[in-house]
């Protein structure tokens, strides 16, 4: 876990940053002992994490719901005992007809993806930023609003 500051120096945000150890699939666990040891609530917690069902490079900023289909997020949403905690999704697209998901998302990306996850990444970067210096509201109109075209 890595700690910090964000926002402007008139004001800036305590945050921590924090991989779980655990398999993902496992990781409500670790999130819960988290949020406790750090005095959060689960409504402070942005978890980001992967979504097969939106298009590589794609980001979408979400305050509650499901876990539609994602195991990590339902092992979450188990250990909290709610879903009432903001999310922070970078499409990666759909594997080839025949291949696991499993398989897929544990792979390297193929050299053409790679490039847009990488702007994704650095997007997303900018995106926590924001939530956590102006609000989910004020992320999700600035990030959602500004989705890159996707090249065919």
């Keep these: 876990m890595g700690t910090g500051r964000v ?4 004001g800036p945000v ?7 150890n655990s398999w993902m699939n496992l990781s409500g666990t670790a999130v819960a002992e988290l949020l406790a040891r750090l005095g959060c ?4 917690l942005t978890v980001v994490h992967d979504d097969l069902d939106m298009e590589p490079g794609r ?12 195991n990590g ?20 697209g759909r594997p080839a007809p025949g291949t696991d998901s499993v398989d897929y998302v544990l792979e390297p990306f193929s050299q053409d993806d790679a490039a847009v996850i990488e702007t994704s990444v650095d997007r997303a970067a900018e995106a926590l930023e924001c939530v956590i210096a102006e609000g989910m509201e004020a992320a999700m109109n600035r990030f959602h609003a ?6 065919e």
């Design 7 to 10: 926002g402007p120096s008139s």
């Design 14 to 20: 305590e945050i921590a940053l924090a991989i779980p």
């Design 41 to 44: 609530v689960p409504l402070d």
């Design 59 to 70: 980001l979408r900023l979400k305050r509650s719901g499901g876990a539609g289909g994602h």
């Design 73 to 92: 997020v339902a092992s979450i949403i188990a250990a909290l005992g709610t879903d009432q905690f903001n999310r922070l999704k970078l499409g990666i």
């Design 146 to 151: 500004s989705e890159p075209e996707v090249q």
